[in-house]
């Protein structure tokens, strides 16, 4: 396998063949699709049975929060792999067309969205009306959601800008909003919980946005050294990143779910059979992982990795509508 792109000309005698950019973009689509599927169908699964009431709104809400991690990925990535890119000795000057502006405009739709449903007291509001925009500023959580939509703003202009490095800034402000939301001041010690998720979705971020940017890198600079290089060095950063993702998951899992009751609240609970579907979907990209890295190493051609890498972004992407789809189930355990 290469990364060289297919001819598009016609055969002699051939049927015309639809362009790869086109096939490309359908499966684009159809996979997130199918991605938004968990966040909008999940929460009747998961609370069937339970006895657990769902919040207003939990399949939108769901939705919004998947489209909020994956836009705060998407820039985070490129920043991560385009650093990585200039240390890499020889390496082509020409870099993908980034994808940050788009992120950011559809970080700022889904963050105006989740901030009209704190400002109604997180019911689903009705028309304009039921908007309380100014109450926002009376409340913590009203007070990070803004925080959000403004940073995802600030975060677009600066993609736009002759420095889009400078996107670290508004971006870093939203990790660090996310994670004080997660955890309210009622909750018992808020500043570990906001500490470990702090740690997480930083790491997942890097992991996630890193390797969507490099595959598509590695598709522009075509078969060379540089691109092996590339993608080994990414590869090894990944690998402390999942040892963090691992290590802060399953610290966050334990606080909200102590070990005695572990094991009857992942099958009794919506929030722990939600765990357990993203916990197997984690074992799955582990394993994609490790594919990718023993062909980066033992391959005759180290770029064949990037067949199971690709398989390994599609897989991320149902962990993060997954993540999406946590975020709005009710939490097992009551502080």
Not at 51 to 60: I, K, L, N, S
């Amino acid at each position: 396998m290469t990364l060289t792109r297919p001819s598009l000309g016609v055969a002699e005698g051939s049927e015309p063949r639809p362009r790869p950019g086109i096939s490309r973009a359908v499966a684009v689509l159809v996979l997130v699709g199918l991605a938004a599927l968990i966040p909008l169908l999940g929460p009747s699964a998961a609370l069937d049975g339970t006895g657990e009431a769902a919040a207003p709104g939990t399949a939108g809400i769901g939705l919004l929060r998947t489209v909020l991690f994956a836009a705060l990925c998407v820039p985070v990535g490129e920043l991560f792999v385009n650093r990585l890119a200039r240390s890499v000795p020889g390496a082509p000057p020409a870099m993908p067309r980034g994808w940050a502006p788009y992120a950011a405009a559809a970080g700022f739709v889904a963050a105006l969205g989740l901030a009209s449903v704190v400002s109604t007291g997180n019911l689903v509001p009705n028309s304009p009306a039921d908007l309380d925009v100014g109450g926002l500023y009376a409340s913590r959580d009203g007070k990070l959601a803004l925080l959000e939509v403004n940073a995802f703003a600030v975060a677009g202009l600066c993609a736009l800008s002759r420095r889009p490095a400078t996107q670290l800034w508004p971006l870093a402000a939203i990790v660090i909003a996310e994670a004080l939301r997660a955890h309210p001041t009622t909750e018992h010690s808020p500043l570990l919980g906001s500490g470990l998720t702090l740690v997480h979705l930083t790491c997942a971020t890097l992991w996630v946005g890193g390797l969507l940017h490099a595959l598509r890198t590695l598709r522009g600079w075509g078969v060379s050294e540089a691109g092996a290089a590339l993608l080994g060095r990414y590869a090894r950063v990944a690998a402390v990143l999942l040892a963090a993702i691992t290590a802060t998951g399953v610290c966050s899992s334990l606080r909200r779910m102590p070990p005695e009751t572990i094991l009857e609240q992942l099958t009794a609970t919506a929030y722990g059979r939600a765990l357990v579907a993203k916990v197997l979907l984690m074992v799955a990209v582990t394993a994609l992982a490790l594919w990718a890295r023993f062909r980066l190493r033992r391959a005759t051609d180290p770029l064949t990795a990037c067949s199971p890498a690709r398989a390994e972004v599609v897989v991320l992407g149902a962990v993060v509508a997954m993540s999406g789809l946590l975020t709005a189930l009710p939490v097992p355990i009551r502080w």
